[in-house]
């Protein structure tokens, strides 16, 4: 059902009143004409089955009937008997290859476009919808791995959409049966004209995954007795903007219809009510406007409209607020706006474009692409994949304050009725930084074409990327997820990080690349021996896994040393630390390290780092200051030792089993908390 080209449609009203008409296609045409889908498709399948005079004419009325209502299932079914007709129109085709798209049908559909292509070779749609259904599978190949489900609490057996996040709960369109109101039905669809309805979260459930309370009319204020739908609030809640059909006399043309056009209207909310809605300035009688979008400072207006000038179909527009009402209306232009309809505008806290487009390359269709502004131009709209577009109609997102986390609309099979509302956990954009930095760790530069790998641990795929001449690197990954993120290059020592993605967007912390420089010492964190004992421990063995990849990455010499705390004779101490030192070297001599490269000195306890006089004087944690394992670099060879991991082999976008790398590869990426943006 698609309920949303209901309140992007004109709507009419027919001078027939409400007279039954017989069974003839004469009369089933009037009512097509008059958009009275639902009317007529009983009508139509009536003169089909019994064969009646007009059969043929009933098909194409009937394909297009279903196609209207959203039923692709029957539309495909009648648009593949009608193009064997003789004589037939050749936008029949075209729409075939449409309904096809939807089904997820792409190599049928192709073949409808280029007929029609054929047929009316000065139509651009043929060709350019042609090649959609090529370049689908590059969409198909590389979907990310969003999270969406329905949101049972609030959808109906009928259409909601357009959700809208206020005060406590959510504001959105549906054409369910509005309590202590009168509901006319509507003859397009059979179901009651549209109108708001408001539920409440719960607030026990976590943003991604929501609930609500059973959904009431929001404001007899707001509902009128035809159209009201697609609604935006300002800034502080108080004031809303919403589209709105209004039945009202008018000129007829020459089939008796009146035109009703689609207008803005606005309310504000005083004294605990909302007023009693007005129009805007940029309303019109011979065009509709409609599905308006704030600015984050409310004052640009973003909305749709059929108004001529265009580039077909539905375009967005923009106009800013004037000292009275609003200025002159701006198309967006053809980076945005196509041949087809582009509608449900959404602008996000961060000034991104959200909207609904049936004319860019997507999986059929209205598909969500968003677009930014740069130097005061749009950016090629981004198409956001599945499984939040699917191949019927994705339109209507929002976003929840904060988070990457919001609702959007679907009629998607599977929902509870027709237009649904689904919950959405976006990715989630992860930015950092690689810098080239001096023993110092405080002198740094940028490090450009330092490369990065960020290991997804759900997935265990590794995604690598390449650093800007800023040394910066950013990625889209999954929410609630965990990642190790690791940046690389020849000639320095690697660093790395692990993080836990929770909803927001987020910067890690700077990686520090330092070049290998005799005299450096590293503490090595997580070496522990059992007491009075120097044999490696399973839980050792990670950190030195990581001395090894170290060995095998830089040209360098090392000693590794063993430090004990006061408690404990000087001799004994000495011992033991040897003992210790020299058990992690043969360690790491066992996993191929040179021996020539790394030597063991144990120090006892005559290098503390906290100074214990008399020795019971620290406390336990200085004790485990002292007791620690070092690793001190004594040359840099000038020739470096083949690396297990050639950097120039990787390239920006390269994505990569996990067990394509060694397996310490990863090891030591520590948890560090994100800088939230």
């Given at each position: ?5 209901l ?5 009419f ?7 039954t ?10 009512r ?18 019994k ?6 004419e009933?098909?194409v009325l009937?394909a ?7 039923d692709?299932?029957n539309?495909?079914?009648m648009?593949?008997r009608i ?19 939807t ?13 029609y292509?054929?047929l009316?070779?000065d139509?651009p749609k043929g060709?350019?919808?042609a ?8 969409l ?12 049972s609490s ?13 005060k406590?709960?959510v504001?959105f ?14 003859d397009?669809?059979?179901?009651p004209?549209l109108n708001?309805f408001f539920?409440?979260?719960d ?9 609500y ?7 007899n ?43 803005i209207?606005?309310?504000e909310?005083a ?7 007005k ?11 409609g599905?308006?979008?704030?600015s984050?400072?409310?004052n640009?207006?973003?909305f749709?409209s059929?108004?001529?000038g265009g ?5 967005l ?5 004037a000292?009275e ?8 232009g053809?980076?945005i706006n196509?041949?087809e309809?582009?509608m ?11 909207f ?6 997507g ?11 740069e130097n005061?131009v749009?950016?090629?709209p ?6 939040l577009?699917s191949?019927y ?7 929840m304050p ?6 959007f ?21 992860v ?15 940028p490090?450009?074409n330092a ?13 690598v ?7 910066h690197?950013?990625l889209e ?9 690791k ?7 690697s660093d790395?990080?692990s ?15 330092e070049?290998?420089?005799a ?7 997580n070496i ?9 421990r399973?839980?050792?063995?990670p950190?030195l ?5 170290i060995?095998q990455?830089?040209?360098?010499t ?5 430090h ?34 790394i030597?063991?000195?144990g120090?006892?306890?005559s290098?503390?780092v ?21 690793f ?15 950097e ?23 948890f ?6």
């Amino acid at each position: 059902m698609k309920s949303k080209y209901l309140i992007l449609a004109l709507a009419f009203l027919t001078a027939w009143g409400s007279q039954t008409f017989g069974q003839s296609i004469k009369k089933a045409d009037k009512r097509v004409t008059f958009y009275e889908y639902a009317v007529a498709i009983p009508v139509l399948e009536n003169i089909i089955a019994k064969n009646k005079e007009g059969k043929q004419e009933a098909m194409v009325l009937l394909a297009d009937c279903y196609r209207l209502i959203g039923d692709e299932e029957n539309a495909a079914g009648m648009y593949g008997r009608i193009i064997s007709l003789d004589s037939i129109d050749p936008i029949n085709h075209y729409y075939y290859g449409q309904v096809l798209r939807t089904l997820g049908k792409y190599q049928e559909a192709k073949e409808q476009f280029l007929t029609y292509a054929k047929l009316v070779p000065d139509d651009p749609k043929g060709p350019l919808f042609a090649e959609y259904c090529e370049e689908i599978y590059s969409l198909l190949s590389t979907a990310p791995e969003n999270k969406v489900h329905n949101i049972s609490s609030i959808n109906s057996e009928n259409s909601e959409f357009s959700p809208v996040i206020y005060k406590d709960g959510v504001l959105f369109s549906s054409d369910r049966k509005l309590k202590k109101y009168l509901n006319p039905i509507y003859d397009w669809t059979g179901a009651p004209y549209l109108n708001f309805f408001f539920a409440t979260a719960d607030s026990s459930r976590p943003s991604y995954d929501p609930s609500y309370t059973e959904a009431e009319g929001f404001s007899n204020k707001l509902n009128d007795e035809y159209h009201d739908g697609t609604a935006v609030l300002n800034i502080t809640g108080d004031v809303i903007y919403f589209t709105r059909t209004i039945k009202k006399k008018g000129e007829k043309d020459e089939d008796n219809i009146i035109t009703y056009r689609l207008k803005i209207y606005t309310s504000e909310f005083a004294d605990g009510k909302w007023t009693k809605a007005k129009p805007i300035t940029l309303n019109s009688d011979t065009y509709s406007i409609g599905h308006p979008a704030l600015s984050t400072d409310d004052n640009k207006l973003y909305f749709v409209s059929d108004m001529p000038g265009g580039f077909g179909g539905t375009d967005l527009y923009i106009s800013e607020r004037a000292e009275e009402g609003w200025g002159e209306p701006r198309n967006l232009g053809p980076v945005i706006n196509t041949p087809e309809n582009e509608m449900f505008p959404y602008i996000h806290k961060d000034g991104t474009l959200y909207f609904a487009s049936a004319g860019h390359l997507g999986y059929g269709g209205l598909d969500i692409f968003f677009s930014k502004k740069e130097n005061d131009v749009w950016s090629e709209p981004v198409n956001m994949m599945a499984p939040l577009n699917s191949s019927y109609d994705d339109f209507g997102i929002t976003f929840m304050p904060g988070l990457n986390i919001g609702l959007f609309s679907s009629n998607r099979p599977g929902g509870s009725g027709k237009d649904d509302i689904y919950a959405f956990e976006g990715l989630i954009t992860v930015k950092g930084k690689v810098l080239a930095c001096d023993d110092s760790g405080i002198d740094c530069i940028p490090l450009a074409n330092a490369t990065v790998f960020v290991l997804d641990k759900s997935t265990n795929k590794v995604n690598v990327l390449k650093t800007d001449l800023a040394g910066h690197y950013e990625l889209e990954v999954s929410p609630r997820s965990e990642y190790s993120i690791k940046a690389s290059k020849e000639g320095y020592f690697s660093d790395c990080s692990s993080i836990k993605v929770g909803n927001k967007y987020f910067t890690v912390r700077d990686l520090i690349l330092e070049k290998p420089k005799a005299g450096k010492v590293f503490t090595v964190d997580n070496i522990y021996y059992d007491f009075d004992k120097s044999f490696i421990r399973e839980d050792a063995k990670p950190a030195l896994n990581n001395l090894v990849r170290i060995m095998q990455e830089n040209p360098i010499t090392v000693e590794l040393s063993s430090h004990t705390d006061c408690r404990g004779s000087d001799e004994y101490n000495m011992k033991l630390s040897q003992r210790r030192a020299q058990a992690a070297v043969d360690y790491i001599i066992e996993q191929g390290v040179n021996t020539s490269r790394i030597t063991a000195k144990g120090y006892g306890e005559s290098k503390p780092v906290v100074i214990c006089s008399p020795c019971l004087s620290c406390t336990e944690e200085e004790h485990q200051l002292n007791r620690r394992t070092e690793f001190k670099i004594i040359s840099v060879t000038p020739e470096p030792p083949p690396r297990e991991i050639d950097e120039s082999k990787y390239l920006n976008g390269d994505l990569f089993n996990q067990d394509y790398f060694p397996k310490s590869f990863f090891e030591g990426c520590n948890f560090s908390e994100p800088l939230d943006n």
